[in-house]
């Protein structure tokens, strides 16, 4: 629930309502003042200000006001800001309360004035004083943002209680934003909702969204998605570009509901075309997946583009998966990496990991492993449980050293802004304020703040920020681990169509945490995700249905969803299909087409394709046996820190096949397979292995491969 009321001042803008201040004009005055605002009503702006110039001149506040008005609006006059505040401060100084919140108006924005929020702030509270209900907001609003002045959430609630007794459609829904995130007043979703609803009983629409957010949610009432849907609907109607946004994903999602595509893509593109960020985002998602329209791989992409350009960092980070796919687009490796890089920098952990794939295989980049290592911990840090598998898998290669991705020069003003902003209740800046407090970018990193800015945004119904709650409250960053809330907050954003959050929701029934186990439910969460072409989901599916049990295992299946993710360029997905290949499990046997989809993932730098395909040429299966080349891609596995792949070299340097026969070397690596292999069957025949090499070798040649050992680091 972001608060757009309290970033903007609320301003007397149509003429036609202020005119009727003019009914408690003098009885001297009355009859030219009201010749005036029936002229005004009728569009006759000249003659409005051939009756109220002479009383303006003469002294009349209500008239000065007034021809404030039509220079400031530009209405009968030329728009003069300059000549507009000489005649608000001559009926200010008077104590006309229109005037003086105009005057305040003025200053604030420095419109015919320098801005200068102490003089906006003087007039402000003369008219507030005379219960100015604008004025009172305006107050209440410069304490709530700290624009010019100290931020003082707790002033600012007072003023806006006192706007919003008066019926004041702002102020209401600015307590109901303090009331639902417990800032400057006390917690209360039950106020939160009475403050929504009279604000939305005026029409406002931003109020009329958020109440419906309490709805979805159920905080402070009960949880209802048929009355939320009413309320974006009503919402909508009103021009909430979010709440349009928010009914097309119930339609996608079947939320209080008949799930329908068409309709949802209906709703999307309402709000899409009025440059709805999430809804662009969205909208490109069902034409990439052919949901609700025709596939249109290229649509999808001007979709995300249009996202990408407001600087929204999911349509970034998806226009940076089309060109890593080439889908929509020719493939440019060097353009992925260019918009996962935006989008990583500003704190999304999907491209984060996306970022760091591309530089440990090396795809538009120099292969970096440091490098992959440091964003793969960034997204690590917001719960990426993709991004801690690609590290422990790391990791088991050699240790990694501690590395920190030095602060932009701007970051630390960045994280001002969104404290700012946060502050204010702008959701958006208190997940990102969240996001930079976890990576300690700009910021002393401190997980703890983190979870709670998480945690302001998420009730807000921010999707992003109750994904990044779960995986905080999965992993025990800054909460107490409790998978039962981490279990809640992913359904909260799965709901509204987060696809890690369904994708994570999906692994935690797979594997009973949190909830009941059920494979069935598992599968259905994935199913979501990969709906919205998520290439992990995608995976995750391939793997259910490779290991699941009962009626869930389903090779075909696991093929199926595989070829999807392989598609994605996902290279476990591609090595996966070659292990079916190679072993006949959903297919029929084809060591040439296994060889084929090893290929295609160990050119991505895979290292257990790589052993795979390093074992079809040592075999000759597929391809003509060839030793030579089984060396060669043996050893790019084993310098990832591949166990199997060094086994398997240190055999080919103990027989001298493919490489010259070298005892110290096949010591060397079956030393290394043994560190690296669990304990079991694979890690005592590497020992085994070393105890036979070490027969073929003196002492000094045992201390020489133990010294290459010790000092070996991964590439």
């Known amino acids: 629930m972001t608060s757009?009321?309290?970033?903007?001042?609320?301003?007397?803008?149509?003429?036609?309502?202020?005119?009727?201040?003019?009914?408690?004009?003098?009885?001297?005055?009355?009859?030219?003042?009201?010749?005036?605002?029936?002229?005004?009503?009728r569009g006759d702006f000249a003659t409005a200000l051939r009756l109220w110039q002479p009383l303006a001149q003469a002294g009349n506040a209500e008239a000065q006001f007034l021809l404030g008005l039509m220079?400031?609006?530009?209405?009968?006059?030329?728009?003069?800001?300059?000549?507009?505040?000489?005649?608000?401060?001559?009926?200010?100084?008077?104590?006309?309360?229109?005037?003086?919140?105009?005057?305040?108006?003025?200053?604030?924005?420095?419109?015919?004035?320098?801005?200068?929020?102490?003089?906006?702030?003087?007039?402000?509270?003369?008219?507030?004083?005379?219960?100015?209900?604008?004025?009172?907001?305006?107050?209440?609003?410069l304490y709530d943002t700290g624009d010019g002045m100290a931020e003082d959430p707790e002033e600012a609630a007072k003023w806006y209680r006192l706007a919003a007794d008066q019926g004041h459609a702002d102020a209401q829904h600015n307590?109901?934003?303090?009331?639902?995130?417990?800032?400057?007043?006390?917690?209360?979703?039950?106020?939160?909702?009475?403050?929504?609803?009279?604000?939305?009983?005026?029409?406002?629409?931003?109020?009329?969204?958020?109440?419906?957010?309490?709805?979805?949610?159920?905080?402070?009432?009960?949880?209802?998605?048929?009355?939320a849907l009413r309320l974006y609907r009503l919402a909508a109607e009103l021009g909430s570009t979010a709440a349009q946004n928010n009914i097309g994903v119930a339609y996608a999602n079947g939320r209080g509901v008949?799930?329908?595509?068409?309709?949802?893509?209906?709703?999307?593109?309402?709000?899409?075309?009025?440059?709805?960020?999430?809804?662009?985002?969205?909208?490109?998602?069902?034409?990439?997946?052919?949901?609700?329209?025709?596939?249109?791989?290229?649509?999808?992409?001007?979709?995300?583009?249009?996202?990408?350009?407001?600087?929204?960092?999911?349509?970034?980070n998806n226009l940076g998966r089309m060109y890593a796919a080439g889908r929509g687009v020719e493939q440019d490796?060097?353009?992925?990496?260019?918009?996962?890089?935006?989008?990583?920098?500003?704190?999304?952990?999907?491209?984060?990991?996306?970022?760091?794939?591309?530089?440990?295989?090396?795809?538009?980049v120099d292969r970096d492993r440091d490098e992959a290592i440091i964003w793969y911990r960034l997204a690590a840090a917001q719960g990426r449980a993709l991004a801690r598998q690609k590290l422990q898998a790391l990791a088991a290669v050699a240790p990694i050293a501690p590395a920190a991705r030095p602060a932009p020069p701007d970051e630390s003003a960045e994280a001002r802004r969104y404290r700012q902003l946060a502050a204010q209740g702008n959701a958006d800046a208190q997940h990102d304020l969240a996001v930079l407090l976890v990576t300690g970018r700009g910021v002393a990193a401190d997980p703890s703040e983190a979870a709670l800015w998480f945690l302001r945004a998420a009730e807000q119904g921010h999707r992003e920020a109750q994904a990044n709650l779960g995986a905080a409250y999965e992993i025990g960053r800054g909460v107490r681990r409790d998978d039962n809330e981490a279990v809640k907050w992913y359904r909260r954003a799965a709901d509204q169509?987060?696809?890690?959050?369904?994708?994570?929701?999906?692994?935690?029934?797979?594997?009973?945490?949190?909830?009941?186990?059920?494979?069935?439910?598992?599968?259905?969460?994935?199913?979501?995700?990969?709906?919205?072409?998520?290439?992990?989901?995608?995976?995750?599916?391939?793997?259910?249905?490779?290991?699941?049990?009962?009626?869930?295992?389903?090779y075909a299946e696991a093929l199926r969803w595989y070829r999807l993710a392989?598609?994605?360029?996902?290279?476990?997905?591609?090595?996966?299909?070659?292990?079916?290949?190679?072993?006949?499990?959903?297919v029929k046997r084809d060591d040439a087409e296994a060889v084929k989809w090893f290929s295609h993932a160990a050119e991505q730098g895979n290292a257990s394709a790589q052993n795979s395909l390093a074992n079809m040429y040592d075999d000759g299966r597929g391809v003509p046996q060839n030793p030579v080349i089984a060396a060669r891609w043996y050893l790019r596995a084993a310098e990832q820190g591949h166990a199997a792949a060094q086994g398997n070299l240190g055999l080919l340097h103990a027989n001298g096949r493919g490489v010259p026969q070298d005892f110290v070397r096949a010591h060397l690596w079956f030393s290394l397979a043994a560190a690296q292999f669990?304990?079991?069957?694979?890690?005592?025949?590497?020992?085994?292995?070393?105890?036979?090499?070490?027969?073929?070798?003196?002492?000094?040649?045992?201390?020489?491969?133990?010294?290459?050992?010790?000092?070996w680091k991964p590439k």
């Open 4 to 41: 757009g009321a309290s970033t903007t001042r609320l301003f007397a803008a149509l003429l036609a309502a202020i005119w009727l201040a003019a009914a408690s004009l003098e009885s001297a005055a009355a009859e030219p003042l009201e010749d005036g605002v029936a002229a005004a009503e």
């Open 71 to 141: 220079h400031r609006n530009g209405r009968g006059v030329a728009q003069n800001d300059i000549a507009a505040v000489a005649w608000f401060r001559r009926a200010a100084l008077q104590g006309f309360a229109e005037s003086q919140n105009s005057l305040g108006q003025m200053y604030d924005t420095g419109r015919g004035v320098s801005a200068n929020s102490t003089e906006a702030m003087k007039w402000y509270r003369r008219a507030a004083a005379q219960g100015h209900a604008d004025a009172q907001f305006n107050i209440g609003n």
């Open 175 to 227: 307590l109901g934003v303090m009331h639902a995130a417990g800032r400057g007043i006390d917690q209360d979703d039950d106020a939160a909702v009475a403050w929504f609803r009279r604000a939305a009983e005026q029409q406002h629409a931003k109020a009329t969204y958020n109440l419906g957010l309490m709805h979805a949610s159920g905080r402070g009432v009960a949880q209802d998605d048929g009355e």
């Open 258 to 316: 008949k799930q329908d595509d068409t309709e949802a893509v209906k709703w999307y593109r309402r709000a899409a075309e009025q440059d709805n960020a999430a809804a662009q985002n969205n909208l490109g998602g069902m034409y990439e997946t052919g949901r609700g329209v025709k596939q249109d791989y290229a649509e999808a992409v001007a979709w995300y583009r249009r996202t990408a350009d407001q600087l929204d960092t999911n349509g970034q």
């Open 333 to 364: 490796d060097d353009e992925a990496v260019a918009w996962y890089q935006r989008a990583a920098e500003r704190g999304n952990a999907t491209a984060q990991v996306n970022l760091g794939g591309m530089y440990e295989a090396g795809r538009g």
């Open 497 to 554: 169509g987060n696809a890690i959050a369904q994708t994570n929701l999906g692994s935690m029934y797979r594997d009973g945490r949190g909830v009941k186990r059920d494979e069935d439910q598992a599968g259905e969460w994935y199913r979501r995700a990969a709906a919205q072409g998520f290439v992990h989901a995608e995976f995750n599916l391939g793997i259910l249905y490779a290991t699941g049990g009962g009626a869930i295992r389903d």
């Open 566 to 586: 392989a598609e994605h360029g996902y290279a476990q997905a591609e090595a996966n299909i070659g292990l079916m290949y190679a072993s006949g499990r959903g």
């Open 678 to 711: 669990p304990p079991g069957n694979d890690r005592d025949i590497a020992e085994q292995n070393r105890v036979a090499a070490a027969k073929h070798l003196t002492p000094a040649q045992i201390a020489e491969a133990d010294r290459l050992a010790r000092e």
